[in-house]
């Protein structure tokens, strides 16, 4: 069995359990559920599907509490939740801050997004 026989969505799930086994050995080591380290997902959730989605986020936010969560993600329900987000257009950072505050600034790119999104 090679990586070529999964889809990438099982690849993606595959490599969130293997995230998950090596918190709970980090939580083992450190005596502390809750000491954090860095979880880093690039485009986790682009090769599944929304309920798929849905169980990783809930997973993410549940096991990786006391983590750095750092997402690079195009969904953005995926990171509507989170403390900070960055956005980026050709290279260059253009905002950060608060999703829910941003979302709600006037001229605010990640509030175009957003709206963009939603129609």
């Not at 599907?49 to 989605?53: A, L």
């Not at 969560?69 to 969904?75: K, M, N, S, T």
């Given at each position: 069995m090679n990586a070529g026989t999964f889809?990438?969505?099982q690849?993606?799930?595959f490599s969130l359990a293997r995230?998950?086994?090596?918190?709970?050995?980090?939580?083992?080591?450190?005596?502390?559920?809750?000491s954090g380290g860095i979880l880093l997902l690039d485009e986790a959730s682009s090769s599944v599907?929304?309920?798929?989605?849905r169980v990783m986020?809930?997973?993410?936010?549940?096991?990786?509490?006391?983590?750095?969560?750092?997402?690079?993600?195009?969904?953005?329900e995926m990171i509507m939740d989170f403390d900070r987000v960055v956005v980026m257009d050709t290279g260059k950072i253009v905002e950060i801050g608060?999703?829910?505050?941003?979302?709600?600034?006037?001229?605010?790119?990640?509030?175009?997004?957003?709206?963009?999104g939603a129609n």
């Open positions: 889809s990438a969505g690849r993606q799930l995230a998950l086994l090596r918190r709970t050995t980090w939580a083992k080591l450190s005596n502390d559920e809750n599907d929304q309920e798929t989605e986020q809930d997973t993410v936010r549940s096991e990786f509490k006391g983590f750095t969560v750092i997402v690079v993600a195009h969904r953005l608060n999703p829910e505050v941003l979302k709600g600034l006037a001229g605010s790119r990640f509030g175009e997004l957003v709206n963009a």
